[in-house]
């Protein structure tokens, strides 16, 4: 079988087992956004046909979507976009056509060139998929662009464990960061800054002036960091007492969890078939505009942005009756005590948490576990300033609640997809999951 594999600088340690552990038998090849990081020079291909005199014309490409759905192109001038797009469509063609690839392995990102590459494997009968990290332990969710794809069958047990685990008081994601200190925030500011300069000579030497990697920190200016001393100006504006959350909640008919989403990030970005929803300022503020003045927003921000956005970012949440924004070490689970709804983005983790703990979830954009009225789902960005209208209870059965949580173990495949910088004694448990999606590939393409 002739497979492609994307890889990228940090995630090799972890794409580079796919041929360690199915080599034999298997033409197993690497394309890369890295300029001369693979084997298929795609990066280069692409300047090549930047080049063209036609590279302006129309590829009956969706421009505007592939743009906004990409955290470099939808900073960039339209003109621009439709070059880099267009180069990169005519580059991966030309790829892909020369070496016919049977399937196609991704990486859960928002970047333009997996769009296309997804775009010209549905347009060409190709097999791909883009694995992306389960909420559960031990599980990789295998999906193309976010979608419920049946992988397995799941047993009773499996259910009734899982469940179990997502009921525990103190449930996290398997990705999510540990508590970030002032000194760890103030070593991220800091390498931020060396990032800038280091991306502006890295661009120079490797003559990749539009590099997806090296311009999305610098000089895109939604990238830049916020200063040190907007962390503290953004601590402020949190509420850190539970007891303060909890009357504020008292004055209110109904209470409503509002967890942040992590931005720019693919679940956002790729996985809502609506691209709008990317747009996630603009949707923050058509909750805001449906909230009912009788019904209190608490707002937590996300434990891996904790220090990433600016205060300007949380100015629409205050002085604001109706809305807290709980301190990021008030838990997930002291919020669900006092809220009847959760309102979550796609398929974010925290709805599959509130489903099971017998919260009415609201997802903006759907779910990959919806379905059966199991939660209330807002398709169109146009609906989000009605959300309100969903402000009616769900009372799930325990036979829904269980179909539910199989349904989340059927779309995965046992193994943790801990793709980024595998070292050490996570090496092992790394080529486990890579031999089982590339087990899932070979039997499905």
């Known amino acids: ?14 794409t580079r087992l796919y041929r360690t552990v199915h080599g034999s038998g298997h033409s197993i090849r690497f394309v890369s956004d890295f300029k001369f990081r693979d084997d298929v020079g795609l990066v280069r291909l ?22 906004r759905r990409c955290r470099y192109l939808r900073h960039q001038q339209p003109d621009l976009q439709k070059r880099l797009i267009n180069s990169a469509w005519l580059a991966i063609d030309e790829i892909f056509q020369r070496c016919s690839p049977d399937a196609f392995v991704g990486l859960p990102m928002d970047n333009y060139y997996l769009d296309l590459v997804d775009q010209w494997c549905a347009r060409n009968g190709t097999f791909a998929i883009n694995p992306v990290q389960s909420l559960l332990p031990q599980r990789t969710r295998v999906c193309r662009r976010g979608e419920y794809q049946r992988c397995r069958n799941v047993d009773t047990d499996e259910v009734a464990r899982y469940r179990a685990i997502l009921c525990e008081p103190r449930f996290r994601p398997t990705w999510l960061s540990a508590q970030r200190s002032r000194a760890w925030l103030l070593r991220m500011y800091a390498r ?28 895109i200016g939604a990238a830049v960091r916020p200063l040190p001393a907007d962390l503290l100006t953004v601590k402020s504006l949190f509420v850190r007492s539970l007891d303060e959350v909890g009357r504020a909640r008292e004055r209110h008919r109904a209470a409503v969890f509002l967890p ?3 931005t720019p990030e693919s679940s956002l970005d790729y996985n809502i078939p609506d691209s709008r929803f990317t747009q996630y300022g603009a949707l923050l503020d058509a909750v ?23 205060a300007a970012f949380f100015e629409r949440f205050a002085r604001r009756s109706n809305v807290v924004i709980a301190d990021v070490d008030i838990t997930v689970q002291q919020i669900f005590d006092l809220c009847e709804y959760v309102l979550v983005t796609g398929s974010a983790s925290t709805g599959v948490e509130a489903l099971v703990k017998r919260k009415t979830v609201i997802s903006l954009g759907g779910a990959f576990y919806g379905g059966g009225n199991t939660i209330h789902e807002i398709l169109d ?27 989340i173990l059927s779309n995965t495949i046992v193994g943790t997809y801990d793709f980024v910088r595998v070292r050490g004694a996570r090496q092992w448990k790394a080529r486990r999951t890579a031999r089982a999606i590339m087990d899932y590939v070979i039997a499905n393409a």
């Open 1 to 14: 079988m002739n497979i492609l594999i994307f890889d990228r600088p940090f995630t090799s340690a972890f």
């Open 192 to 219: 931020e800054i060396a990032k800038r300069a280091f991306f502006r000579v890295a661009k120079t030497i490797k003559a990749d002036p539009y590099s997806f990697h090296y311009n999305c920190v610098y000089p």
């Open 288 to 310: 805001l505009s449906g909230l009912p003045s009788d019904v209190l927003l608490i707002v937590k921000e996300h434990p891996d942005m904790y220090g990433y956005r600016s």
């Open 46 to 67: 692409q300047y090549k046909h930047l080049r063209r005199s036609d590279v302006d014309l129309d590829r009956g490409l969706d421009y505007e979507v592939v743009a």
């Open 260 to 262: 942040l989403q992590f």
């Open 381 to 407: 960005f146009d609906g989000i300033s009605n959300w309100a209208a969903s402000l009616s209870p769900i009372h799930n059965t325990e036979e829904r609640i269980d179909s539910s949580v199989r349904k």
